[in-house]
T-cell receptor, first 116, second 110 residues
């Protein structure tokens, strides 16, 4: 099946620093990648949709200047949390689809971010 | 009204029991449906797609009821390893729109 990786899997940083998370589709070219955030005991919350070569589409309430998304190739998307604060601590998960945004999504293993 | 609604549970069932979850959706233009399973502190994994005619995969059966706008997931002969949160996903046939349910928590008890 389609495999998606994320790196790092766990990061702890000081308040005010920026953190970059990578999402890679390992054995397929992903037309679309998605970024989610999930707080403990809550459902996934879609943050943005990322298409290769174009600007990401952010969901309402998600600051695009704080959560920078770069989809540089069909196998790599990055999410940078700029000037992270403790309230940004969360589980960040990416997913990728093979053909279109409404195709089956394959999820990365997630990145647990803790901001001190 | 939410696009997709699920009973959050928790559902606590004994091993061997049969349990069913429903997921209702509000938009009749919904086109595709999936069930995902998410273990604690892990990413969601695709469990099965839901086809119009219903489909079965081992102990798992998924069904779609378009008239009443819900999908269901039936788990027979529950195993301890079935304990997880089950998320439904509903995809519209217009644009790039999809919606996750909030998930139903299942705990299978020895």
């Amino acid at each position: 099946g389609a495999v998606v990786s994320q790196h790092p899997s766990w990061v702890i940083c000081k308040s005010g620093t920026s953190v970059k998370i990578e999402c890679r589709s390992l054995d397929f070219q992903a037309t679309t990648m998605f970024w989610y955030r999930q707080f403990p005991k809550q459902s996934l919350m879609l943050m943005a949709t990322s298409n290769e070569g174009s600007k990401a589409t952010y969901e309402q309430g998600v600051e695009k200047d704080k959560f920078l998304i770069n989809h540089a190739s069909l196998t790599l998307s990055t999410l940078t949390v700029t000037s992270a604060h403790p309230e940004d601590s969360s589980f960040y998960i990416c997913s990728a689809t093979l053909y279109s945004g409404t195709d089956t999504q394959y999820f990365g293993p997630g990145t647990r971010l803790t901001v001190l | 009204r939410k696009e997709v609604e699920q009973d959050p549970g928790p559902f606590n069932v004994p091993e061997g029991a049969t349990v069913a979850f429903n997921c209702t959706y509000s938009n009749s233009a919904s086109q595709s449906f999936f069930w995902y399973r998410q273990d604690c502190r892990k990413e969601p994994k695709l469990l099965m797609s839901v086809y119009s005619s219903g489909n079965e995969d081992g102990r798992f059966t998924a069904q779609l009821n378009r008239a009443s706008q819900y999908i269901s997931l039936l788990i027979r002969d529950s195993k301890l390893s079935d304990s997880a949160t089950y998320l439904c996903v509903v995809i519209l046939n217009t644009g790039n729109q999809f919606y996750f349910g909030t998930g139903t928590s299942l705990t299978v008890i020895p």
